[in-house]
């Protein structure tokens, strides 16, 4: 995924380079330059959305529709739980069924605004928790074991982000802004604390806590969403020159993209 984040941030100052050496033409030109330049990033980003399902091997990216994987440890501490487990045969489906509700550059201050929405992300796979939580009272303990089944519905994640050139020839993503509002959550959890009726409860436990979480605690949630994107952006963003980025990862000829998935 990283190099996908790269190419899209080199597409953006390359079509930045040439505005800027436009300057010197109307602002009527400028706007209608800008225009081309959104419709050229909403077919990148249905390029991103056309490779999803099978990644991109030369480059390291697996497949990210689904997403899945092996084993992934979960620790989750808040006002109301503190989770510990584990969730193994991950599969996240969704992620590349969403609307591009808004997206367009700026190329004055280099900056991307974006607005996405997601009809609904699938998480299914096998999971072991132990929770301590106070959402009922006073402290206790939720134990489970057994077939993790959740749907995040109608999540819309939105922002802007500036690329700064650095010296070294790279570039840096900063000021990453991101909000994020989720719709609803249905959760179909098995095995919580080997009783029926406990799972049924906890299960409708697991929605509101996952509505409260985005809902009243959106700085968490954002500032979770911004460490997840800006460092390992900026990681692969300061390892790869921008000259001829996009010709050596996706051969991209005459400055146009492939019509079908680079399988």
């Known amino acids: 995924m990283y190099r996908f984040i790269f190419v899209f941030c080199a597409l953006l100052l390359l079509q930045g380079g040439q505005a800027l050496q436009d300057s010197e033409s109307s602002e009527e030109l400028e706007i209608e330059g800008r225009s081309v330049f959104d419709d050229d990033l909403r077919e990148f980003v249905e390029f991103l959305r056309l490779q999803m399902p099978c990644g991109y091997e030369p480059a390291g990216i697996p497949p990210l529709a689904p997403l899945q994987a092996g084993y992934r440890a979960v620790e989750l501490t808040t006002d109301n739980a503190a989770i510990r487990g584990n969730v193994t045969n991950l599969s ?77 020839g790279s570039v840096r993503m900063t000021r ?10 249905e959760s179909k959890l098995t095995g919580i604390m080997d009783s029926p009726l406990k799972t049924k409860l906890i299960n409708a436990w697991i929605e509101e806590f996952i509505n409260l979480t985005f809902n009243d605690s959106q700085e968490d949630v954002n500032a979770a969403l911004k460490n997840w994107v800006v460092p390992p952006a900026n990681q692969a963003l300061d390892k790869v020159p921008i000259i001829g980025v996009l010709a050596l990862i996706f051969g991209i000829v005459d400055g146009s993209l492939p019509q079908e998935p680079l399988c």
């Open 92 to 168: 996240i489906t969704g992620l590349d069924d969403f609307d591009v509700s808004a997206l367009g550059f700026n190329n004055v201050i280099q900056k991307v605004k974006y607005d996405l929405f997601f009809p609904e992300i699938l998480f299914t796979g096998l999971y072991k928790a132990d929770i301590i939580t106070k959402i009922f009272g006073p402290s206790m303990r939720v134990y489970g074991d057994g077939d993790l089944h959740l749907t995040l519905k109608d999540l819309r994640i939105y922002g802007s982000f500036i690329l700064r050139p650095k010296l070294t």
């Open 176 to 185: 990453f802004k991101v909000k994020s509002e989720l719709g609803a959550v």
